[in-house]
């Protein structure tokens, strides 16, 4: 729903079934690439085929992340300031200064091309200029850069388009992602329950949020590893240590390697492999 809204926005339509296909695949992308950095590009990709330019494409992309992102890097800091004991744990807080440095780096990154646009595409300008000097991009750098640019001013506009003119679907957006992520947090507290754990609701969701938020700029592909490390650390005081492994396996399960699963046999079917491969490589025409 999230992704109709966004697409409304910026006067296209496309189909509620291939608006879950796009997210699916998506999905299963992000979950198999370093810090999910693959999903998005195939998001774009997806989008492109039904008529959406890249510039409007990627802004799309970008908001849809960005509200999802806001809501964990707003929340995941307050809670852990009520909550000093969630990060007790000396990986952990090396974990959060990890990503809040990070997540500094991105915002800054993002207010800079936002709202420094010229000064941006003459950093981008300078930097096309050196890769001119090297062998391997020279020819290719010039034709780039006009394409980059030409993708940073459309993004712009729509970005600018869609916050100005479509409050309203920014508001719908910002409901839609939070069903979204109440249904996802629910997922831990019913399979504790069946579990015979007497928890409540609302810790599970404190710790969800301290764990997504620490998850994000994890290099491993989906936080594999990491996440069940973080999740152990901040779910063992409220499971027992004898069930908090098979806790961990289900939820993760259902969470995560369900729709990376579907998501990959929708790849297959609908895309090919051989097909993803070159949509994720960098391209002249990109």
Known sequence: MRLKVLTKAVG???????GIKAILSCTFLANITPSSAGGEPLLVYMLNQKGVTFGKATAIAFLRTMITMA???IGGPIIIYFHHELLSNIGLKMVFDYVAIFFAVTVISFIYLYFAPRSAKGVLDSM??????????????????????HVVDEFKSSLKEFL?????????????????????FLVAPMILKGMGCD????????IQGVLNFLLYYVPTPGGSGVSEGVGYALF????SSHIIGIFLVIWKFLTNYVWTIIGGL?????????????ITKVKDGV
């Open 236 to 239: 063992s005081p409220l499971v």
């Open 266 to 278: 929708i790849i297959v079917k609908s895309i090919g492999i051989k097909q993803l491969e070159d």
């Open 12 to 18: 296209v339509r496309i189909p509620f079934v291939y």
């Open 71 to 73: 809501f964990f890097a």
């Open 164 to 184: 100005q003119d479509g409050r309203w679907r920014l508001i719908l957006v910002v409901f839609y992602t939070i069903l979204m992520i109440a249904a996802q």
């Open 199 to 206: 928890v409540r609701i609302l810790s599970t969701f404190i």
């Open 128 to 149: 096309f200029n050196c890769f001119e000097k090297f062998k391997l991009f020279r020819g290719r750098a010039s034709k780039l850069k006009h394409n980059l640019l």
